[in-house]
C-alpha cells in the first residue's frame, strides 16, 4: 500500500531539469460593473472583508445554480441572502436605520437601484436576537456598490453568503395567502428540540395515543422547503415578512399534524404513506423526503426520544436480559417528551459542504426553537449536521453565535440549579480516516507541498482552506493535473482560471482568495481554494481536469509558522443524487493501516511524524465551541472508538490557538467490526433501520443530558 503512495509521489515529483508543461495565466479579473458585488478583484487587498465564498460565487457568475444549458449573461441574481455578525451592542434595528431599505412593494427597477436590506421580524422584536449576534438577512447587488465597507464596519464585523436561491425560479401565485401560526401556547417543562432532515411524525414512536385519534408528540414541526401554493399552513409568524413567496416554509402544529393523520386513517388505521404525501404537496415540487425506508431525522429522533435505548435493539449488548426488553412509553423522561423539529431544506440536506447554508439555517432553527418556549422551558437541541472545513478553533460564526446564544439563554432566564434553559449538542464528525486534513509548521522561508486528489466524475465544486495565524503570511503556488503552474498567490490577491475550452465552458474553473479574516473566524486568516467540478452533462458548464493538484505553500517570513489546510466535506447526503465525489490529500508517510496519529514507528510507516496528512483535528466545523456538548462513537462490543471517530487531539503537534478540542462524551454507533451502526426506527411503522457515524451518538448524549434535567 505504500510502495502505490511511494509510486503517486514519484510520478509527480518534478525531477532535475525536467521541463513542465507551459505556465498559465490567471484570467484577467470582472471589471466592477460585471460582478454582483461591484468589486474590481484586480485589486490588491479588494475583497478583504468579504466572505471568500462570496468571492468565488461573484467570480464564477453564481455558475452552480445556473440551470443546464443556460448562458451565464442569461443568469444574474437579483438579491443573495447574507448571513450578518453584528459588532457587540448593535441591534439588527440599528443596522437597517443604517441602511434605509426601500419598501419591497415598490417598483422592482427602482429597487434594484436602491440598497436594499430584508431582515426577517424574528430580529428585529425586542429581545428577540442575542446583542451583538448573527442575523440573516437578504440583501441587493446595489447593498455592496453603494454601501461603503468602511462606514458598514462601525455596525458589522463580518458578512458571509448563503447559497442564493434559483433566480429563475417561478413560484406559482398564491391562490391564498396562508396566514402564520400565532397565538400558540409557549412549550414548557422539557423539550427535546432537534434540527435535521426527515421527520416521521406519525411513527408510532413518536404518537401519544397508540390508536385512533391519533395524537403525535411532534408539537413543533416548521419545513424549511419552498411553501408550495396550496399550502394551509403558513410560514412562523416571526419570518413572515418573505422575500419572495414561500421562503420560509410550513409551520405546523401538532394539531395541524393531528387532524392531517386523522383525514388520512380509515377503520382506526392510520395511512403514513398519504399522510407524508399529503405533506409534500405542501411544497414547491413535493418534497418528499420520508418516501424511502429510512431518513437520517427520524432515525435520530427515535435514539434521543422514542420508547426505548439504543442498546435494547443490540444482538451483541453485554450482560443482555433473558427475554426481550418492554418497549412502552415511559420508561425515561426522554420517551414520552415533547418534541419540537425543524427540517431542513433540500438546498441544505444536498450541499453537504455546508457553504454557510446551514448556518443561516441553524440561526433561524434555534430563533424559532427559543420562541416555541416558555421562559422556564428546559431545551436540549440535538444538531446532528455539519462539515469538514472551517478554523477549528471554536470561532467558526455558527460556533460563537450557539455559545452566545446558550450563555445569554442560561443566564437571563437563569433556573435552578442543576436546572438548564438551553443545552446544545452536536456531533464530533465522520472524517478521521478521510484524509482531509493537513497540518504542519513550516519555518522562516520553508516550504511544503501538499498533493490534493479530486475525484473524476464530480458533478460539484471542490473546495481547500488554508488556515493561518494572525500575522503569519504565505505564498502558494499551484500546479494542476496536467503539469501546467500558475503564478503565485500572495495575500491580498483574488485570482481565477476560465476554462481550458473556453469557447465550449466560460467561467471559472479554479478561483483563489487569500484575503484578511474574512471567513468564519477569528484567530487568523484562510486562503481559499475554489475548484469547478471534474464533471458535466452541462457543456455550457466550465470543468477542472481531475487528478493530482500539488499545492506549494511558503512561509515569506522568517518565523515559524503553523499552516492547518482542510478539505471541504463533497460528499452525499442519504436520500440524495448530487454525483459529488470527496476528494483528499495524499502523503507518503501517511499510514492508511493506522487507527491513529502517534509516534511508534511502524513497518507500513517508519517515519509517522514526517507526515503532513493528520487525523487528530479532524472534527465537524461545529464541534469545537466552547459551550455546545460533542459526542464520539464507539463499537458496543469492545468499547473502541468507531474507526470514523475523532479522538483526544496529539498534544506533541504543531498547533494553532484554539484547536486542541477533547471529545468529553462518546456513545455506541457500531454493535461490533462485523454488524455495523446501530438500529432505531425507519420511516414507516414497525420498520428499522442501521446508520453508522458520530450523528447517531450526538442524540444518545442529548437524551442523557434531558433525563437529568429537573422534573
Known amino acids: 500500500m505504500m510502495a502505490i503512495d511511494k509510486a503517486t509521489a514519484a510520478e509527480n515529483a518534478q525531477k532535475p531539469g525536467e521541463q513542465r508543461a507551459s505556465v498559465l495565466e490567471w484570467s484577467p479579473a470582472p471589471s466592477a460593473k460585471a460582478t454582483f458585488a461591484g468589486v474590481d478583484y484586480s485589486v490588491n487587498a479588494a475583497a478583504d472583508g468579504l466572505d471568500p465564498y462570496l468571492v468565488w ?55 434594484a437601484k436602491t440598497p436594499q436590506l430584508t431582515i426577517s421580524g424574528a430580529y428585529l422584536q425586542e429581545g428577540a436576537a442575542v446583542p451583538g449576534g448573527v442575523v440573516p438577512a437578504n440583501a441587493n447587488s446595489a447593498f455592496f456598490q453603494q454601501i461603503s465597507r468602511q462606514s458598514l464596519a462601525k455596525y458589522v464585523r463580518r458578512i ?11 413560484l406559482p401565485k398564491l391562490e391564498k395567502s396562508p396566514q402564520p401560526a400565532q397565538n400558540r401556547p409557549l412549550l414548557k417543562g422539557k423539550v427535546m428540540a ?88 405542501h411544497t414547491w415540487g413535493n418534497v418528499n423526503r420520508l418516501q424511502l425506508r429510512a431518513a437520517h431525522g427520524t432515525h435520530v429522533m427515535d435514539l434521543a426520544c422514542g420508547p426505548y435505548f439504543v442498546q435494547d435493539t443490540m444482538c451483541t449488548r453485554h450482560a443482555a436480559e433473558p427475554a426481550n426488553p418492554t418497549w412502552e412509553q415511559g420508561q425515561d423522561a426522554a420517551s414520552d417528551v415533547q418534541i419540537i423539529f425543524v427540517q431542513l431544506p433540500m438546498r441544505t440536506v444536498q450541499d453537504t459542504s455546508g457553504r454557510n447554508t446551514m448556518t443561516r439555517d441553524v440561526t433561524n432553527a434555534l430563533t424559532y426553537i427559543m420562541a416555541q418556549c416558555a421562559v422556564d422551558a428546559q431545551i436540549v437541541v440535538n444538531l446532528s449536521w455539519g462539515a469538514l472545513a472551517g478554523p477549528h478553533d471554536g470561532s467558526h460564526v455558527l460556533e460563537r453565535y450557539i455559545d452566545t446564544l446558550i450563555r445569554f439563554e442560561n443566564t437571563y432566564h437563569r433556573l ?42 464530480d458533478a460539484t465544486e471542490s473546495y481547500v482552506e488554508i488556515w493561518l495565524r494572525k500575522g503569519d503570511e504565505v505564498a502558494v503556488d499551484i500546479v494542476d493535473p496536467n503539469g501546467n503552474s500558475l503564478p503565485t498567490v500572495r495575500k491580498g490577491d483574488v485570482r481565477h482560471l476560465l476554462g481550458y475550452n473556453t469557447p465550449l465552458a466560460p467561467g471559472s474553473v479554479l478561483g483563489v482568495c487569500y484575503n484578511d479574516a474574512a471567513l468564519s473566524g477569528q484567530n487568523g486568516h484562510c486562503v481559499l481554494l475554489a475548484l469547478a467540478p471534474t464533471a458535466s452533462l452541462d457543456r455550457t458548464r466550465a470543468t477542472a481536469p481531475h487528478g493530482l493538484w500539488r499545492i506549494t505553500v511558503t512561509n515569506v517570513k522568517a518565523k515559524t509558522t503553523v499552516v492547518d489546510a482542510y478539505i471541504e466535506r463533497d460528499d452525499v447526503a442519504l436520500g440524495t443524487r448530487r454525483g459529488a465525489r470527496q476528494s483528499y490529500f495524499e502523503d507518503v ?12 514507528a511502524d513497518i507500513n510507516c517508519p517515519t509517522p511524524q514526517a507526515a503532513y496528512v493528520r487525523r487528530e483535528g479532524v472534527f465537524n466545523n461545529i464541534s469545537t465551541g466552547k459551550r455546545t456538548h460533542k459526542a464520539g462513537g464507539v463499537r458496543e462490543t469492545d468499547m473502541e472508538i468507531a474507526e470514523y471517530s475523532p479522538r483526544h487531539n496529539y498534544t506533541s503537534r504543531p498547533k494553532r490557538p484554539g484547536t486542541k478540542t477533547p471529545v468529553p462524551y462518546y456513545a455506541t454507533t457500531e454493535e461490533s467490526r462485523s454488524l455495523r451502526g446501530v438500529r432505531a426506527a425507519g420511516t414507516r411503522a414497525a420498520s428499522t433501520a442501521r446508520l453508522s457515524g458520530t450523528s447517531m451518538a450526538a442524540p444518545q448524549i442529548a437524551r442523557d443530558l434531558l433525563n437529568a434535567l429537573l422534573p
Open 194 to 281: 432537534l434540527i435535521d432532515d426527515g421527520c416521521a411524525f406519525a411513527h408510532p414512536h413518536f404518537l401519544r395515543n397508540a390508536a385512533a385519534p391519533f395524537e403525535t408528540r411532534i408539537a413543533r414541526l416548521w419545513d424549511m422547503n419552498v411553501r408550495g401554493a396550496a399550502s394551509p399552513v403558513g410560514p412562523p409568524s416571526l419570518f413572515a415578512v418573505e422575500t419572495y413567496p414561500g421562503e420560509h416554509g410550513c409551520d405546523y402544529a401538532d394539531t395541524d399534524l393531528n387532524a392531517l393523520m386523522a383525514q388520512h386513517t380509515h377503520a382506526g388505521r392510520l395511512d403514513e404513506d398519504g399522510v407524508y404525501a399529503a405533506l409534500a404537496a
Open 416 to 457: 435552578p440549579a442543576p436546572g438548564k434553559r438551553l443545552q446544545v449538542v452536536v456531533p464530533a464528525g465522520n472524517g478521521y480516516q478521510s484524509r482531509t486534513h493537513a497540518n504542519f509548521s513550516l519555518t522562516g522561508f520553508a516550504s511544503q507541498t501538499l498533493y490534493w486528489r479530486t475525484e473524476p466524475d
Open 160 to 170: 458571509e453568503i448563503d447559497l442564493p436561491q434559483d433566480a429563475t425560479l417561478k
Open 589 to 600: 508517510h501517511y499510514d492508511r493501516m493506522a487507527t491513529n496519529d502517534n509516534e511508534q
Open 57 to 111: 460565487a461573484d467570480l464564477s457568475g453564481f455558475a452552480h445554480l445556473r440551470k443546464p444549458g443556460q448562458r451565464l449573461e442569461e443568469y444574474r441574481p437579483t438579491s443573495i441572502p447574507l448571513l450578518i455578525e453584528l459588532q457587540n451592542k448593535v441591534s439588527a434595528q440599528d443596522l437597517l436605520a443604517f441602511i434605509n431599505p426601500v419598501d419591497l412593494k415598490q417598483d422592482n427597477a427602482y429597487a
